[in-house]
């Protein structure tokens, strides 16, 4: 059951990039709406949970963290609309390369020969589908947006690595998404297109409202009740259907079609990550067994803010 519900939340967020499409609205007016219809949910759900009262201080690196997340979701909406939705998916999914060039400078962490082998298929990957874009016409704008979202991705998943108290999910869920509205709210109102969501039909309306309440509210909610149920090592490796399912969605209902640059470019990014992540996380576990365990000790994951 905790698989079908995996895969269902990766149905979901793949299918970010094809809604995204279908809503007339700017890139910001997106990212601020999905945070502000998710908000109440989350909240409802934060509640239910009954978490003790915190101190701020514990909340300062999930305040940051969801700064960068509305940033994050700006870029990659910009991103979807204005360049290939499999294009953006595979860029944007660049960002446990990002983790793995960064954690070794900021976080004191060893990089492994393994490792190294990935961010190097991974950037000829990257190289390949750049170059296949450009050369049909897209706007490098796009290109860039995507991997800058890819990149704030990587930032918040070394600032929870960093985190030595954490707080409960739902929590840390509300005060990011909470931030990201805050930190958007300035460049909505500066901007005015909000106003727009008046002129939306009922199925843009509708559209908007699942981004909210489905990919947001729902997706986060079940994605954590996972961590108790599940190995960080499933998680990942069915993380990686997000992006299949992305590029799926934007094949069959978009029309979009595949080059074989893309197509190479995609494997080689996606294939070497997924290696990465399953090798990463089985010596952890290898390493975990060697360990005399105690009942006093106890083991958390990296739980970050999902990428979408």
Known sequence: ???????????????????????????????????????????????????????????????????????????????????????????????????????????????SKIQIAVIFISFLGLCLIVGDNLAEGYGYMGLALSAISGMLYATIVLINRSIKIRVDNQTATFVQIFTAMIVLLPFILFDGNILSVVDLDARAVTYTILLGVLHTSVAYTLFFSLYTHMKSVEIVSYSYLEPLFGILFSVIFLGETLTLPQIMGGILILGSTYIGEILKDRRFFKNKSTINRSPNIKTSFDVSSSKD
Request: glycine share 6%; aromatic share 12%; hydrophobic share 60%.
């Open 1 to 111: 059951m905790n698989r079908i519900k995996l895969v269902l939340i990766m149905i979901i967020w793949g299918s970010l990039g094809v809604f995204t499409r279908s809503i007339p609205l700017s890139a910001l007016s997106l990212a601020f709406l999905r945070a502000l219809i998710a908000l109440p949910v989350l909240f409802v759900v934060m509640k239910m949970k009954k978490s003790d009262q915190l101190k701020w201080s514990l909340l300062k690196p999930y305040l940051i963290s969801g700064a960068l997340l509305g940033f994050g979701w700006l870029t990659l909406f910009y991103g979807f609309k204005h360049t290939s939705i499999a294009s953006a998916v595979m860029i944007y999914n660049m960002c446990p390369v990002y983790v793995m060039v960064a954690a070794p400078l900021l976080l004191k962490e060893t990089i």
